[in-house]
């Protein structure tokens, strides 16, 4: 995964201004290099281009931006600011510079590019006087006015062409259609915007806007603007809002609604419209509320509408203990303004966290230009923010200076080869390694010596890294001795298996702590568990603490801010109670705007700070199990995780608290039955507290894929499970209009008769035949109930509700299973002829341009998007035959790119399945056709089940066109006397990669690409 952005490596180098306001003209003479930045960013044929200040030619004053560029062929170069600056509103902006060429007529066209405030970039054609300039001789004023409604491409965001104001300007793009090689250098200067009937704005309005015709609505709470502020409340506030809509008209209203973390509506309301609106929402419980806003003409005509969001928990008046577990965020403070990060580390400690990773005195920063110069000013102060907020840092070694190492900088297709290698003079890294140890060591926590070296963030060899860890672990220790050094943080994702044994094996210098990154699902914390005990067994390093250092789980796309809030908490707790030292969650505040990049979406907050579900979710954490040690895993039904914490509350009083979910892929709600020896508290990962009755010792929750805790007065000792009262079958399969039965157990562990009333309630037009079951119960007994669950024709994914009513019982007992419309697979006598796609009449799914994930549909890259159907789509047949299941899959792919490493083929064009069962056990595969011919290889099992190779009966071959895959699954599965049933979950995709690198995938449905989760597979019946 990308972690630093390219920005990290001019961090201090040409910075943009922060502006109080929009301005309504801007204009560039690049003599303050304080004004603008630019990076040169990789385009196509043009690998060693460069940007940079210069003194060589100049249009007034002293310098002037020089680009040097070398096409290699047809292509294009582009240079973007890393901190755009923002522009007054307004329809059209006139541009004007100064440009000197060279007369070698390299260039044949050129364009402008703008971000706007939803992160969607906007690309405008320059006419052809810009054009001439470049390939002029001698300086030559160019002037042109751009319709900002009329962009000639755009990309990111919603992708939706509508710009929304204010924009941002990003850079420019020239480009050459010429195959021939050329080399030269043009220079840039006098830049300048003026935008026609402009609006200002605030330039760092933390609100969402999105506008309609030339009208804009903004809402924010109504806010005291301070370096502080983090738009978390205590429950119980009532919290001003403001709404405002620039032109509004005379008459019409504003319709508000605020939501909760369940989608419920808590309250809404209508206001006259006006430009400037306020109104309060009621005063808030536990939570966070999604509040959304619409202004509307007298005609009922919707203008505007935007959105924000406000939490509310208790904030943190003292970081959680830092022990047993370390509680740690993940952020960049090495890129943002000094507002910007007192505003993280207020938001960190008032979470209840202790410590952040990132780059504080980094190489980069500290020496960016020789090893003479100590620029140590904005870490300084970047580091006296973090101490007045009670943080300590996980200083992080990442990047060579230029001027440092061991590569050609003016080789280097791009900046990490030059900046990700070993320094040239391993003395300059021990001067630096002492001098950050000397300086700040009192408030670092630990030192990470880079980043995932085992992948892209590493270019040299495992040796090198070696090397490089030893010489800055060695210099570190000869100023503190007592200091703890770490490995950079190894990657889940293993692309290269060996680096890790062969980094243990090599180095003398056995690290004070083994770092690790795992992200995404709670499944892969647990695999990455798995992975770990068996790197240090292998090192022989068993005793070595474990920290997490990167983990987290992203809310792009179809990954919700829900699915993020349950992950936080599952894994923070989980890592407790695989004993390891520290958890730092990735990331503390969103990288960007883009509702649909993966990378954009790890924080606890937005970009502009206001509060994800998951933030909530933190302080519920740290309130919650902060401080207290981990006991055991209680024994609990399969796939209910039951851990228990013990500590103290505020008063110093024991207390115990259980973190307690479902795991199972079912996803249903599970009731379970708690010796506790007092009363408590429930609490859902939202904070909202309910009491909990005990009678007769017991005590009933439930436990669903929703976290919650369980907190009661006394120690650990005195609480258990008793077994369940009720079993079943978490989830319902069956096709539309079909039937299908299902059962429930009755137990009672009770030392009396236990008596009462089942009811049973589906949902959405499905069908029980038994609402409502009477039982009676001696000790000790179990009664097996069979009920048929009809699916209405067209169904849909619903649920049933499980109700028991008992007076031996505390409280009404309530649990849920799933309904699931599964599809039907046809049961055929005979597999055919193997290979023979021919005997198809109609795929069971076709999937096409609706079905892709593009991986870089923000890049003006245009390799790397999709183009239709005939660029990737594929016709997927499944059936049952008697040896088993028969996958068939005609995928049409008019470029075919398989060059892969053995593993690492889904980087290529190739096929991955998987098939997750009722029963628990989940596989996932992998095809593909190389250089050396077909292979099919089991890329993840059931704990225990060797990975690899496949022997199992399958074809690959291309056809024109098409690739041609035909697996057959056994119906003995690996595993133990794992047999294939009737009713499972399946799912695929097709990587598509052209030649340029893997530009995403088509799939069936999701949870293969983005995140390995099997809840999203498609049900499947065989009838």
């Keep these: 995964?990308?972690?630093?952005?390219?920005?990290?490596?001019?961090?201090?180098?040409?910075?943009?201004?922060?502006?109080?306001?929009?301005?309504?003209?801007?204009?560039?003479?690049?003599?303050?290099?304080?004004?603008?930045?630019?990076?040169?960013?990789?385009?196509?044929?043009?690998?060693?281009?460069?940007?940079?200040?210069?003194?060589?030619?100049?249009?007034?004053?002293?310098?002037?931006?020089?680009?040097?560029?070398?096409?290699?062929?047809?292509?294009?170069?582009?240079?973007?600011?890393?901190?755009?600056?923002?522009?007054?509103?307004?329809?059209?902006?006139?541009?004007?510079?100064?440009?000197?060429?060279?007369?070698?007529?390299?260039?044949?066209?050129?364009?402008?590019?703008?971000?706007?405030?939803?992160?969607?970039?906007?690309?405008?054609?320059?006419?052809?006087?810009?054009?001439?300039?470049?390939?002029?001789?001698?300086?030559?004023?160019?002037?042109?006015?751009?319709?900002?409604?009329?962009?000639?491409?755009?990309?990111?965001?919603?992708?939706?062409?509508?710009?929304?104001?204010?924009?941002?300007?990003?850079?420019?793009?020239?480009?050459?259609?010429?195959?021939?090689?050329?080399?030269?250098?043009?220079?840039?200067?006098?830049?300048?915007?003026?935008?026609?009937?402009?609006?200002?704005?605030?330039?760092?309005?933390?609100?969402?806007?999105?506008?309609?015709?030339?009208?804009?609505?903004?809402?924010?709470?109504?806010?005291?603007?301070?370096?502080?502020?983090?738009?978390?409340?205590?429950?119980?506030?009532?919290?001003?809002?403001?709404?405002?809509?620039?032109?509004?008209?005379?008459?019409?209203?504003?319709?508000?609604?605020?939501?909760?973390?369940?989608?419920?509506?808590?309250?809404?309301?209508?206001?006259?419209?006006?430009?400037?609106?306020?109104?309060?929402?009621?005063?808030?419980?536990?939570?966070?509320?999604?509040?959304?806003?619409?202004?509307?003409?007298?005609?009922?005509?919707?203008?505007?509408?935007?959105?924000?969001?406000?939490?509310?928990?208790?904030?943190?008046?003292?970081?959680?203990?830092?022990?047993?577990?370390?509680?740690?965020?993940?952020?960049?403070?090495?890129?943002?303004?000094?507002?910007?990060?007192?505003?993280?580390?207020?938001?960190?400690?008032?979470?209840?966290?202790?410590?952040?990773?990132?780059?504080?005195?980094?190489?980069?920063?500290?020496?960016?230009?020789?090893?003479?110069?100590?620029?140590?000013?904005?870490?300084?102060?970047?580091?006296?923010?973090?101490?007045?907020?009670?943080?300590?840092?996980?200083?992080?070694?990442?990047?060579?200076?230029?001027?440092?190492?061991?590569?050609?900088?003016?080789?280097?297709?791009?900046?990490?080869?030059?900046?990700?290698?070993?320094?040239?003079?391993?003395?300059?890294?021990?001067?630096?390694?002492?001098?950050?140890?000397?300086?700040?060591?009192?408030?670092?926590?630990?030192?990470?010596?880079?980043?995932?070296?085992?992948?892209?963030?590493?270019?040299?060899?495992?040796?090198?890294?070696?090397?490089?860890?030893?010489?800055?672990?060695?210099?570190?220790?000869?100023?503190?001795?007592?200091?703890?050094?770490?490995?950079?943080?190894?990657?889940?994702?293993?692309?290269?298996?060996?680096?890790?044994?062969?980094?243990?094996?090599?180095?003398?210098?056995?690290?004070?702590?083994?770092?690790?990154?795992?992200?995404?699902?709670?499944?892969?914390?647990?695999?990455?568990?798995?992975?770990?005990?068996?790197?240090?067994?292998?090192?022989?390093?068993?005793?070595?603490?474990?920290?997490?250092?990167?983990?987290?789980?992203?809310?792009s796309g179809r990954l919700t801010e829900r699915d993020q809030a349950s992950a936080l908490i599952k894994k923070y707790a989980y890592s407790a109670a695989l004993g390891y030292e520290a958890y730092f969650w990735y990331d503390l505040r969103n990288d960007g705007n883009d509702a649909t990049d993966l990378e954009h979406n790890f924080g606890l907050v937005r970009r502009d700070f206001t509060p994800k579900a998951a933030a909530v979710a933190a302080r519920t954490l740290t309130s919650q199990i902060g401080g207290k040690r981990f006991v055991r895993r209680l024994d609990a039904p399969n796939g209910i995780y039951a851990l228990l914490f013990e500590g103290k509350n505020g008063a110093g009083q024991p207390e115990s608290t259980i973190v307690v979910w479902n795991e199972s892929t079912s996803g249903s709600q599970v009731p379970l039955f708690w010796k506790l020896p007092a009363a408590g508290n429930r609490i859902t990962a939202m904070g909202t507290q309910s009491p909990l009755n005990v009678q007769g010792g017991v005590g009933v929750t439930t436990a669903s894929p929703m976290p919650e805790f369980v907190t009661v007065r006394g120690a650990a000792t005195n609480i258990g499970l008793v077994p369940n009262i009720l079993d079943f079958d978490g989830s319902v399969l069956a096709s539309s209009g079909r039937s299908e039965k299902w059962k429930l157990v009755l137990a009672n562990p009770l030392t009396q008769t236990f008596q009462g009333q089942l009811k049973l309630s589906a949902q959405d037009g499905w069908k029980v035949d038994q609402n409502s079951i009477n039982f009676s119960l001696a000790p000790n007994a179990k009664k097996e109930f069979t009920v048929s669950v009809t699916a209405p024709e067209a169904a849909t994914t619903s649920s049933m509700k499980l109700e028991i009513i008992s007076p031996s019982l505390p409280t009404r007992i309530e649990a849920i299973t799933r309904l699931l419309p599964s599809l039907s697979i046809p049961r055929l006598a005979s597999r055919g002829t193997p290979g023979d796609f021919t005997r198809w009449d109609k795929p069971t799914v076709h999937l096409g341009v609706g079905n892709t994930v593009s991986l870089f549909e923000a890049t003006p890259m245009q390799e790397l998007h999709f183009h239709g159907d005939t660029d990737m789509s594929a016709d997927v047949n499944v059936v049952r035959v008697p040896e088993g299941l028969l996958l068939s899959v005609r995928a049409e792919d008019n470029t075919h790119n398989q060059k892969e490493d053995a593993g690492s083929e889904w980087r290529g064009d190739s096929l991955q399945f998987a098939l997750s069962l009722p029963t628990g056990e989940n596989y996932e595969w992998m095809a593909a056709l190389n250089e050396k011919g077909p292979s099919l290889r089991l890329m993840s099992a059931p704990s225990g089940i060797a990975t690899g190779p496949q022997t199992s009966q399958f074809t690959i071959r291309r056809e024109g066109t098409k690739t041609l895959y035909e697996v057959l699954i056994p119906s003995k599965l690996p595993g133990q006397n794992v047999v294939l049933p009737d009713h499972f979950s399946f799912s695929l995709l097709v990587n598509d990669n052209d030649g340029a690198g893997r530009k995403g995938w088509i799939e069936w449905t999701p949870g293969i690409g983005l995140s390995k989760d099997p809840t999203q597979f498609q049900p499947m019946s065989v009838y």
């Design 1 to 555: 995964m990308k972690k630093i952005h390219w920005t990290f490596i001019c961090a201090g180098l040409l910075a943009s201004p922060t502006w109080a306001q929009v301005p309504q003209n801007l204009k560039h003479d690049f003599e303050d290099t304080g004004k603008l930045a630019f990076q040169m960013v990789p385009g196509k044929a043009s690998p060693n281009s460069t940007i940079q200040l210069s003194e060589e030619k100049a249009h007034s004053g002293r310098k002037a931006i020089k680009v040097h560029y070398e096409f290699t062929g047809a292509g294009y170069l582009q240079f973007l600011t890393p901190s755009p600056v923002a522009l007054s509103t307004g329809s059209s902006v006139t541009i004007s510079a100064w440009i000197y060429g060279t007369g070698l007529h390299a260039f044949d066209g050129a364009a402008i590019r703008f971000i706007d405030t939803h992160g969607e970039t906007f690309q405008y054609r320059l006419n052809e006087s810009v054009t001439d300039a470049l390939n002029g001789n001698g300086w030559t004023q160019v002037k042109v006015t751009l319709d900002l409604t009329k962009p000639n491409g755009h990309w990111g965001d919603n992708s939706d062409g509508v710009a929304d104001l204010p924009m941002k300007f990003l850079g420019f793009a020239f480009d050459r259609t010429a195959a021939e090689p050329v080399a030269g250098s043009v220079y840039l200067d006098d830049l300048a915007f003026e935008m026609a009937n402009p609006t200002v704005v605030a330039a760092n309005a933390p609100a969402a806007t999105a506008p309609v015709g030339n009208l804009k609505l903004s809402l924010q709470p109504v806010w005291n603007q301070t370096k502080t502020s983090i738009f978390i409340y205590a429950p119980g506030t009532q919290v001003p809002l403001q709404a405002n809509l620039a032109g509004a008209p005379a008459t019409g209203k504003l319709t508000w609604t605020a939501r909760d973390f369940d989608n419920g509506v808590v309250a809404q309301g209508e206001i006259p419209l006006k430009e400037n609106i306020e109104w309060s929402l009621p005063a808030g419980k536990p939570g966070i509320l999604y509040v959304t806003a619409e202004a509307k003409d007298a005609a009922g005509n919707l203008l505007a509408s935007t959105d924000t969001r406000v939490a509310f928990a208790p904030v943190a008046t003292t970081p959680t203990p830092s022990q047993p577990l370390i509680w740690g965020v993940n952020s960049h403070p090495e890129h943002g303004t000094l507002d910007d990060v007192e505003r993280e580390a207020a938001l960190t400690s008032a979470l209840g966290f202790t410590a952040m990773r990132g780059g504080v005195g980094t190489w980069l920063q500290v020496q960016p230009d020789n090893a003479n110069q100590w620029q140590w000013d904005k870490s300084d102060k970047l580091m006296q923010i973090l101490v007045r907020n009670n943080i300590k840092l996980l200083h992080i070694f990442l990047g060579t200076p230029r001027w440092a190492t061991s590569a050609d900088p003016n080789a280097a297709a791009e900046w990490q080869d030059w900046s990700y290698k070993l320094p040239r003079d391993m003395a300059n890294l021990t001067a630096y390694s002492r001098a950050v140890a000397q300086r700040y060591n009192d408030n670092i926590i630990a030192y990470e010596i880079w980043n995932e070296p085992d992948i892209s963030f590493w270019r040299g060899t495992p040796d090198e890294y070696v090397k490089l860890y030893e010489t800055s672990q060695a210099a570190i220790k000869s100023v503190v001795p007592k200091a703890r050094v770490m490995n950079g943080g190894f990657s889940e994702t293993k692309r290269q298996p060996d680096f890790i044994p062969h980094f243990a094996k090599t180095t003398t210098q056995k690290p004070d702590i083994f770092a690790y990154h795992t992200h995404m699902q709670f499944s892969n914390l647990v695999k990455a568990g798995d992975d770990v005990k068996g790197y240090l067994s292998g090192a022989k390093w068993e005793k070595t603490p474990v920290w997490l250092n990167e983990a987290g789980y992203s809310s």
